[in-house]
C-alpha cells in the first residue's frame, strides 16, 4: 500500500512561485508514474502533468513553460515547481501514483494566488 503525504501549498501572489513536494511510502516506487492534479471550486479535477518513473515528463497546455515536475526516486519524493503564478492556478493540488491497475491519491494542498 502506499500512502501519500503532500506539503508546501499556501498563498503566493500573481507571479510569484510555490513548490509542491509530494512524499510516498511503501515499495516500489520507481514503478509508479507520479501525476499532479488540481481542482478548483466548482470544476473537474484536471491533471496538470506527469512523470514516468523513467523521469518522462508531460504537462497540461496550461501550465507548460511554467510549471516543472521532477521526481527523486531514492527519496520516494517528486515535486512540482510553480512559476509565473496565475490567478487561476488557485485549486487543491493533489499527488498521485499510478502503476497498472494501482492507483493512489494524497490528501490535496491548497494553492491560493492572489494579491
Known amino acids: 500500500q502506499v500512502q501519500l503525504v503532500e506539503s508546501g501549498g499556501g498563498l503566493a501572489q500573481p507571479g510569484g512561485s510555490l513548490r509542491l513536494s509530494c512524499t510516498a511510502s511503501?515499495?516500489?516506487?520507481?514503478?509508479?508514474?507520479m501525476g499532479w492534479y488540481r481542482q478548483a471550486p466548482g470544476k473537474q479535477r484536471e491533471l496538470v502533468g506527469a512523470?514516468?518513473?523513467?523521469?518522462?515528463?508531460n504537462y497540461a497546455d496550461s501550465v507548460k513553460d511554467r510549471f516543472t515536475i521532477s521526481r527523486d526516486n531514492a527519496k520516494n519524493t517528486v515535486a512540482l515547481q510553480m512559476n509565473s503564478l496565475k490567478p487561476e492556478d488557485t485549486a487543491v493540488y493533489y499527488c498521485?501514483?499510478?502503476?497498472?491497475?494501482?492507483?493512489?491519491w494524497g490528501q490535496g494542498t491548497q494553492v491560493t494566488v492572489s494579491s
Open positions: 511503501g515499495n516500489n516506487f520507481r514503478l509508479y508514474t
Open positions: 512523470i514516468s518513473g523513467a523521469g518522462t515528463v
Open positions: 498521485n501514483a499510478k502503476f497498472v491497475m494501482l492507483e493512489h
